[in-house]
C-alpha cells in the first residue's frame, strides 16, 4: 500500500504549515529511514511530542479543574496521556494511512500496530510544536483529547493498581505483586509488558512505555476480566 504523503496529511488534518519536512520527518518509522538510507525518523520527533503532550494535558488539567488536588491530577493525567488514547487518536485519523514504512513492516501490519501508532502520534505532535510553537501543538490535541480528558475527570480515574489491591485484599491476607515479563525497543522508546502475579499465578498481563503503565495495565486488564484467587 502506498502511504499519502505528509502534505495531505496537513491538507486532510486542516493544520497550518511552515515546514513540511518536520511533519515528513515525523511520519518516517525507523524501518523506512534504514531501507532508503535515510538520517533522520520519527524516534527524536517522539521524545519531544511525548513532553508536549504530557504538559498540554497538565496544563489543561491545572487551569479548568481547580478544585482537583495533586493527586488526583496526575491519575487523570496518566489515564489520559497512555498508549491506548494515542493509538484511538491515531485511528481517529486515520493515521496508518500516512506512514512511511519499511516493506517488511508494512507486510507484517505496522500500519496497525499500537505501539508504532502510538509513536508516530507523540512524533506528529513534536512536529506541530516545533513548526507552530504550543499553541498550534494545543490546538492539535485538545481537538482531539479533550472530551476525553474531561470524560476522565469527572469518571472514574482511580488507580487500577489500587483498585486491584483493594479487591484481592477483600478476599485474601495475601497480596498481589507485579513484575516486568520483558522490555524491548531503544533507551529512549522502550516496550515494557508487566504481568500481576497472585502467588504464583499470573491473573492479567499489560503493556507500556514504562514499567508503571505497563503495571497499571495489568491490574485494568484483571480488573475488567474478573479472576479467581488459587
Known amino acids: 500500500m502506498s502511504p499519502k504523503s505528509a502534505?495531505?496529511?496537513?491538507?486532510?488534518?486542516?493544520?497550518?504549515y511552515n515546514n513540511i519536512d518536520l511533519i515528513r520527518t515525523a511520519l518516517t518509522h525507523p524501518s523506512y529511514a534504514q531501507e532508503n538510507s535515510m538520517v533522520?525518523?520519527?524516534?527524536?520527533?517522539?521524545?519531544?511530542?511525548?513532553?508536549?503532550?504530557?504538559?498540554i494535558v497538565a496544563e489543561y488539567l491545572y487551569l479548568n479543574y481547580e478544585d482537583k488536588p495533586e493527586g488526583d491530577l496526575t491519575q487523570i493525567r496518566a489515564k489520559v496521556v497512555c498508549e491506548k488514547a494515542l493509538v484511538d487518536m491515531g485511528a481517529r485519523i486515520d493515521i496508518?494511512?500516512?506512514?512511511?514504512?519499511?516493506?517488511?513492516?508494512?507486510?507484517s501490519g505496522g500500519?496497525?500496530?499500537?505501539?508504532?501508532?502510538?509513536?508516530?502520534?507523540?512524533?506528529?505532535?513534536?512536529?506541530?510544536?516545533?513548526?507552530?510553537?504550543?499553541?498550534?501543538?494545543?490546538?492539535?490535541?485538545?481537538?482531539?483529547?479533550?472530551?476525553?480528558?474531561?470524560?476522565t475527570a469527572l469518571g472514574d480515574y482511580?488507580?487500577?493498581?489500587?483498585?486491584l489491591q483493594e479487591?484481592?485484599?477483600?478476599?485474601?491476607?495475601t497480596n498481589v505483586h507485579y513484575r516486568i515479563i520483558s522490555e524491548s525497543g531503544p533507551a529512549h522508546a522502550r516496550h515494557f509488558v508487566a504481568g500481576?502475579?497472585?502467588?504464583?499465578?499470573?491473573?492479567?498481563?499489560?503493556?507500556?512505555k514504562s514499567k508503571?503503565?505497563?503495571?497499571?495495565?495489568?491490574a485494568a486488564k484483571a480488573l475488567e476480566d474478573g479472576f479467581t484467587l488459587d
Open 7 to 16: 502534505l495531505d496529511f496537513v491538507h486532510d488534518q486542516q493544520l497550518e
Open 111 to 151: 500500519r496497525k500496530r499500537k505501539s508504532i501508532l502510538a509513536d508516530t502520534m507523540e512524533a506528529v505532535i513534536g512536529a506541530i510544536y516545533l513548526d507552530q510553537g504550543m499553541e498550534g501543538a494545543r490546538r492539535f490535541v485538545l481537538r482531539y483529547l479533550q472530551p476525553l480528558i474531561d470524560e
Open 167 to 173: 479487591h484481592v485484599q477483600s478476599l485474601s491476607h
Open 158 to 163: 482511580q488507580d487500577h493498581k489500587s483498585r
Open 196 to 208: 500481576v502475579f497472585f502467588k504464583d499465578q499470573m491473573l492479567a498481563s499489560g503493556q507500556g
Open 212 to 218: 508503571k503503565e505497563a503495571e497499571q495495565n495489568a
Open 40 to 55: 533522520t525518523n520519527n524516534q527524536r520527533m517522539e521524545f519531544l511530542g511525548d513532553a508536549i503532550l504530557d504538559f
Open 96 to 107: 496508518g494511512k500516512y506512514l512511511m514504512l519499511g516493506r517488511g513492516e508494512d507486510k
